[in-house]
């Protein structure tokens, strides 16, 4: 049920990403009526969520939960819906627990023009992170979270 990524939610992004070369990942999510802000454009937050989503699937790759700590985004085209937004994402480079990341979004094609560029700072926690700030969950979905790294990085 992840608004980013969960297949199962009604109205969410399901972006999708697959891991590249390195500590790079790529994703994609087509932007519907779900995510309008002006009539028949893609509101800017929730371009900003498909970054944290896609930047935040880096962190599969070296295998250590984080969590967004900044997340800074430019506009730099206006996104009409119905666009596919090609997001590549790459680890910058680390500093102790904070991962640097940065990313771009490109329309309709991978190589198409660049709409929103974004970077990132992650923190890393503790697994325990989660069970200690979050709502009371079923053991179930937090190992359905550890197999995806598994899936991942294994
Ligand atoms: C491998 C096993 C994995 C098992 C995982 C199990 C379950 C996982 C389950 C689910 C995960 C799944 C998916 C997640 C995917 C998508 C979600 C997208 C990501 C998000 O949507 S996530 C939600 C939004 N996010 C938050 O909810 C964060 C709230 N916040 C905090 O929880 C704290 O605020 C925290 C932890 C950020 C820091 O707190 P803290 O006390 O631990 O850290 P501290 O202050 O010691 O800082 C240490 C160093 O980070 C620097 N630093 C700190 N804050 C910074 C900032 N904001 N900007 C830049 N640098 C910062 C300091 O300057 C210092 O740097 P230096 O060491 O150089 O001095």
């Known amino acids: 049920m992840c608004v980013g990524c969960g297949p199962d939610h009604p109205t969410g992004l399901h972006v999708t990403v697959t891991a590249g070369e390195g500590l790079t990942v790529s994703g994609s999510f087509t932007v519907t009526d779900d ?37 800074e985004t430019s506009y730099r085209r206006p996104v009409p819906v119905g666009t596919t937004l090609y997001i590549g994402a790459a680890i910058d480079r680390v500093d102790g627990r904070k991962i640097y990341m940065s990313a771009s979004g490109r329309e309709n094609a991978v190589d198409g023009p660049v709409s929103v560029t974004a970077s990132a700072v992650f923190v890393v926690v503790p697994a325990t992170h989660f069970v200690e700030h979050g709502r009371a969950v079923a053991p179930s979905e937090l190992s359905e979270a550890a197999a995806k790294v598994a899936e991942v990085n294994p």
């Open 35 to 71: 995510h309008q802000g002006a009539p028949g454009l893609a509101h800017g937050g929730i371009l900003s969520l498909a970054f944290d989503e896609v930047l935040g699937s880096l962190i599969w790759l070296i295998g250590e939960p984080a969590v967004t700590g900044h997340l």
